[in-house]
């Protein structure tokens, strides 16, 4: 007869520190452990979720024979939670809180939809007349549950809503995988996970930064809530996917997440969308040639490296630079600041400022730039870029983060190792005056993005799940 252990687990809450009932989880390898908030000690092993979702039992407890060969998978559909607390996929890029995360969990789902997943948004009511459930895409719903006031809220308040969000998110039916994009909704979803008994799949999107690094102008401090909530979801998840090596270098040592539990599934890019224009063409009031910058106002995108840098372009080369975004409640103040810094270097003649688009109008907007601008101090992957790329557009990028990754450092554009104006503007210049070098860098970042589409993204996900079934 097999020997069977039993240890106990406990669950850390964001608002108590108060662990949840305990759970005994039989012996098994311990590759993957589950112990809350500490490793488990030499000679005890601990069973993770994906493990002990289809063992039998009752009353808490969990009781599998060691060795146990699985049931097969039914044939029904795998239902996937994407959990997305502090945003909507259906809020716009580059306006409020919303930005490259709501385009990656949208694409992603839509693909997963495609190959026959069940994917079901859940986030948080930020209105008073939106629905509780909508389909928006064959195969996705959107479901909403309340997590404070109906209303909009700037993301530094979002966490004082996550027990209200969690316990919401526990009367649900259970999921066959609950994916959590964004600490916040780890921290709500993954006790959740643990009680259902199902596997948990965390996305972190941006991770804080380290407690040493100095502030920019006109950034909050890191909520101390945030670090740990990162570290939790970090170390208990059955599986971490990030974007880029740099993120996942990142939760592995500053989020203490054990490599074996790390993957990496880049982003795709719709090409059919972003693709390279066929004609001539800029918005009102912006002359042709034009230099974009895409992205939510805020410090850390560097809107203000771009204005500067597009001062120290030579008066009669200088091209018009369109800023397209708009700051989040926490940045209401920074889209003023940019404009001053305009005025004060006398740019008002080239600068134009624009709101966050729908997706359309932005493709549309960016296959007609000369150069993407992507100056951001910190960027887990930067889809930014590769939408550009896709469209044929040269990209002028900070070497941060995974943005080394999404740009190849002289074939599909060129990495500024700075953010000093005076070299990202001796960059710009140099490529502007150069047409046959903007146009094979276009050429090479299209034929890279042919490889890197949503489909591809989807499917390699599809396998990280399935490997935890």
């Given amino acids: 007869m097999v020997r069977q252990t039993y240890v106990l687990w406990e669950v850390w809450t964001h608002s108590t520190g108060s662990p949840l009932p305990g759970a005994r989880i039989p012996d098994e390898d311990p590759a993957r452990r589950w112990a809350a908030g500490q490793r488990s000690?030499?000679?005890i092993r601990t069973r993770t979720m994906r493990q002990t979702r289809r063992c039998g039992g009752d009353g808490g407890y969990h009781r599998c024979t060691d060795g146990r060969k699985e049931p097969a998978m039914s044939q029904t559909p795998l239902r996937v939670a994407f959990v997305t607390l502090h945003t909507s996929p259906l809020e716009r890029a580059g306006t409020a809180d919303a930005g490259g995360m709501n385009v990656l969990i949208m694409a992603l789902a839509r693909s997963l939809g495609e190959l026959g997943v069940q994917v079901e948004f859940i986030t948080r009511y930020s209105g008073t007349d939106q629905p509780a459930l909508e389909e928006v895409a064959p195969g996705v719903t959107l479901r909403r549950l309340p997590a404070g006031p109906p209303a909009p809220l700037p993301k530094s308040r979002i966490d004082q809503h996550i027990d209200?969000?969690?316990?919401?998110l526990a009367r649900l039916t259970p999921y066959d995988i609950v994916h959590s994009h964004h600490w916040m909704s780890g921290v709500a979803a993954l006790p959740v996970a643990r009680t259902w008994g199902v596997p948990h799949v965390m996305t972190f999107h941006s991770v804080a930064a380290h407690p040493n690094s100095p502030l920019r102008d006109g950034e909050p401090p890191e909520s101390p809530a945030r670090v740990t909530g990162e570290v939790v979801c970090a170390e208990e998840s059955d599986l971490v996917l990030c974007v880029s090596h740099h993120e996942a270098a990142v939760v592995i040592g500053r989020c203490s997440a054990e490599p074996e539990r790390v993957r990496i599934v880049r982003p795709g890019v719709d090409v059919d969308l972003f693709h390279p224009a066929t004609s001539t063409w800029s918005p009102d009031g912006v002359r042709p040639g034009y230099v974009v910058f895409a992205a939510r106002l805020q410090p850390l995108k560097g809107p203000d490296v771009a204005i500067r840098a597009l001062a120290v372009v030579p008066r009669d080369e200088r091209p018009d630079l369109?800023?397209?975004g708009q700051g989040s409640a926490?940045?209401?103040h920074y889209e003023r600041e940019l404009r001053c810094?305009?005025?004060e270097l006398r740019l008002e003649d080239r600068v134009h400022f624009m709101p966050g688009?729908?997706?359309e109008s932005l493709a549309r907007i960016i296959r007609h730039a000369s150069v993407m601008l992507v100056p951001s101090h910190s960027e887990t992957?930067?889809?930014?870029?590769?939408e550009a790329s896709a469209s044929g557009v040269p990209v002028l990028a900070a070497a941060a983060g995974g943005l080394t990754e999404a740009i190849c450092n002289t074939h599909t554009g060129l990495l500024i190792p700075t953010h000093d104006p005076w070299a990202w503007g001796t960059a710009l210049t140099r490529l502007l005056a150069d047409p046959g070098r903007r146009a094979e860098l276009g050429r090479v970042g299209r034929q890279r993005a042919l490889d890197m589409t949503w489909r591809v993204s989807a499917t390699r996900t599809l396998e990280q799940y399935r490997r935890l079934l």
């Fill in 341 to 343: 810094l305009v005025e």
């Fill in 381 to 386: 992957f930067g889809l930014i870029a590769l």
């Fill in 357 to 359: 688009q729908d997706r």
């Fill in 41 to 43: 000690s030499p000679g």
């Fill in 322 to 324: 369109l800023i397209v």
């Fill in 330 to 332: 926490d940045f209401s």
């Fill in 164 to 168: 209200e969000f969690r316990d919401g």
